[in-house]
């Protein structure tokens, strides 16, 4: 027997009792998505642990973030939210990762979406390229600024933000040309 679903009138009756039965569904995504984007900043800190446990022994992991946060913006863009919730994210992996022992310096440049401003935060900061990683940046014009101000110095880059079609295909061609310390997050 095949069920009719009835459709939902919002112009029929209590509206309140409507509208909670509407927004949960929704409010279930807003924290699944929140809870997956804990999670890949989970694996991103992970993965610097473990790829410079064996070079850092006993001294603390330094980190330098490059994330697009716009603090200077009037208004945030849309997609934004994602690298704020990354952030997010980050502190309470790197938070845990304190918890268990591990030292970590964390170092975070709002890095803006282009390549220019990429270029000014690297210029001005050269304690980037003291780093044992360097997590960003998230747009591709920004990728090859961030690999060419860091090829001479031995920081691995983590791409965390790119598609997997641009990672993968960035990863190869960075591979072809002899840079080993890069990877995407996939």
Known sequence: MVQVRKARD??????????????????????MQLLFNTADTIVVVDTVATVMHPVIDSTA??????????????????????????YAGALIAIYEKQQSGQAME????DIGKTALRTSEVLQQHPEIREAHAVVGPAYAQQVEVVLDSLQEDSVWVMIPFLSRRSSAALVQSLKEEGWNRTTSCL
């Open 10 to 31: 919002f112009t029929q009756g209590a509206i309140l009792p409507q509208i909670i039965k509407f927004a949960i569904p929704l409010m279930l995504t807003g924290v």
């Open 106 to 109: 964390i170092f975070t440049y």
């Open 61 to 86: 992991i330094r980190l330098a973030l490059l994330l697009p946060l716009h603090a200077d913006a009037m208004k945030r863009e849309k997609n934004m939210e994602r690298f704020y919730d990354f």
